[in-house]
């Protein structure tokens, strides 16, 4: 049975251009330096999302570039922010360690009175997915497990772990994504999708008793990073050739927009990876 049509929440982003996006090194199983990016392209697409999220009547601000930092689109990573408090990143590869400071710096220039640099290897939204109460964090590629108390902590919110074991699916963000992040009001759970295979076996354990009702994504939608995506609560944002999910997300209630980043996905990332969010407290 159709559920009716859900209510879009209106949200604040973070995104960086990609004036000095390139493939010069290869740290995930996406990314090769031999297959060249058409900057032209990869500079429409992006501005094709960032249009759209401000037709939707979301906030988008721009983080300006820095030129030796070619990841830095994926903003995303370079932080995680919740109730107006900012986690800062600290990447796990040196190719991008100097995007962090770029970051919080940005953060602390534009009124974000706790910005923390830190501890351990965390990398933004890309392993740390937020919800109305909790968060969950992934763990097994790029951020280490010890930054899961670290955010627990800092937050004053429950963290829970996810060990990702395929190496496509390098972050959190790439294998999963919140639809409906619920309310702190008991019973308020999330809404997510998610692919399986992603993830070990108690991991899958622990996602099926959190979301027995989770939209479960195959491993062809998966492998076009279809949960790689954005929602508002109403409008999901996702890439188009995850071309098995649009119908399951109408059923569900939800519309699906479709985003070409093709150029973006050299790079091993999509909508979520260059979408950062503001959450104010």
Request: net charge neutral; charged share 20%.
């Amino acid at each position: 049975m159709r559920i009716s049509r859900r209510s879009a929440t209106p949200r604040r982003f973070l995104m960086c251009p990609p004036t000095y996006f390139r493939v010069s090194y290869s740290i995930n199983p996406w990314m090769n330096p031999g297959k060249p990016v058409d900057l032209a392209l990869a500079h429409t697409q992006w501005e094709d999302l960032r249009d759209r999220y401000r037709a939707l009547g979301h906030t988008v601000e721009e983080l300006p570039p820095h030129p030796a930092f070619p990841d830095m689109v994926f903003a995303a990573n370079g932080a995680t922010v919740v109730d107006g408090r900012v986690l800062g990143a600290r990447f796990a590869f040196a190719e991008r360690h100097g995007e962090a400071a770029v970051h919080a710096e940005w953060y602390r220039a534009h009124g974000f009175p706790a910005v923390r640099e830190p501890r351990n290897v965390n990398e933004g939204e890309g392993d740390f997915v937020v919800t109305a109460s909790w968060l969950l964090a992934g763990r097994g590629f790029r951020s280490s497990p010890l930054s899961h108390a670290e955010a627990q902590e800092f937050f004053a919110r429950p963290v829970i772990g996810l060990d990702l074991v395929d190496p496509r699916y390098y972050h959190l963000d790439t294998a999963l994504c919140v639809l409906d992040p619920g309310s702190r009001e008991p019973g308020g759970r999330p809404e997510v999708m998610y692919y399986p295979g992603a993830f070990s076996a108690g991991s899958r354990a622990v996602l099926a008793r959190l979301f027995p009702d989770a939209l479960i994504a195959g491993p062809a939608d998966a492998a076009a990073f279809g949960l790689n995506a954005v929602s508002d609560g109403r409008h999901v944002l996702l890439p188009q050739a995850a071309v098995g999910l649009f119908a399951p997300l109408r059923e569900r209630g939800y519309e699906p927009i479709g985003m070409d980043l093709t150029e973006l996905l050299k790079g091993g990332g999509s909508v979520k990876c260059v979408t950062a969010e503001l959450r104010l407290a």
